[in-house]
């Protein structure tokens, strides 16, 4: 009986070793925005699921007031797998999308839940440098941080999206934002709750997304599903038309208080 070589033999283990392992989650560029699952209680609570969406300048960037498909991936098949099949319609299931350009003068990116949908959230208050950089290190620490997004395995159904086992450590999304007693992504983030939940379905949830930067807070546009599989974001409308709609408006108001001849 004839074996193979050692060079052989090693060469044969190592490939099916390499295969056996899954494939790990691109690495985040900075600026990448991270969508964000989880589950309060119930079937799949002791998970996150975290997706990178893409760059905050295609999101900035974006022709406004036109809606375009994020790229999600496979992301239902896995909602489904881990959060049931219901998952959009629970109650206790709750999504994000969060981001940050670290630096010495780090921006960060956060959503707040429309209430009722269609109606603007109330923005996140500015921040000074001192906030937005402590934010920052802990948005980051969930990015790229050990035991964070980086580095982690793709599920079999999305190149870019983890499932993270939920923790105390700082890299753990459910840590960062279902802590009691303190705001979302450290003490001075004033974020009191970037997240919003699928108790009324898919259409009874929308996120407004919202840039903290040196000069203050600006709305980028809003998150939204027009279907499971098919996350959508809404840029902000252009100047024009959000002046020629408030002109408009004032038309017909002092129409109406005109008074009669």
Do not use: C, K
Not at 77 to 103: C, E, H, I, K, M
Request: aromatic share 8%.
């Amino acid at each position: 009986m004839q074996f193979p070589s050692s060079s052989v033999f090693a060469a044969t283990l190592l490939s099916g070793l390499l295969t056996s392992h899954a494939a790990t989650v691109a690495p985040p560029a900075a600026g990448d925005l991270l969508l964000a699952f989880r589950a309060a209680g119930g079937q799949g609570a002791s998970v996150s699921y975290l997706v990178n969406i893409g760059n905050d300048l295609t999101f900035r960037n974006a022709t406004q007031g036109i809606p375009f498909t994020v790229s999600t991936g496979n992301l239902a098949t896995d909602l489904a797998a881990t959060y049931g099949s219901g998952w959009n319609s629970r109650p206790d299931l709750f999504w994000s999308v969060f981001g940050a350009r670290q630096s010495v003068n780090s921006t960060v990116y956060a959503t707040r839940e429309q209430q009722p949908v269609g109606s603007a959230s109330t923005p996140w208050p500015g921040l000074n440098q001192t906030a937005r950089n402590a934010t920052a290190t802990s948005v980051i620490d969930v990015i790229s941080g050990l035991g964070g997004f980086t580095g982690s395995d793709a599920t079999a159904n999305n190149p870019n999206a983890t499932f993270q086992t939920n923790s105390t450590s700082s890299a753990s999304y459910a840590q960062q934002v279902a802590t009691p007693g303190t705001t979302d992504f450290g003490s001075l983030s004033q974020w009191t709750g970037i997240e919003g939940s699928f108790g009324t379905g898919l259409a009874g949830s929308a996120l407004d997304l919202y840039r903290i930067g040196s000069t203050g807070t600006s709305t980028v546009g809003t998150f939204s599903f027009s279907a499971p599989d098919a996350l959508v974001f809404t840029p902000v409308p252009e100047p024009t038309t959000a002046a020629l709609a408030l002109a408009v408006g004032t038309l017909i108001l002092t129409r109406r208080r005109r008074p009669l001849l």
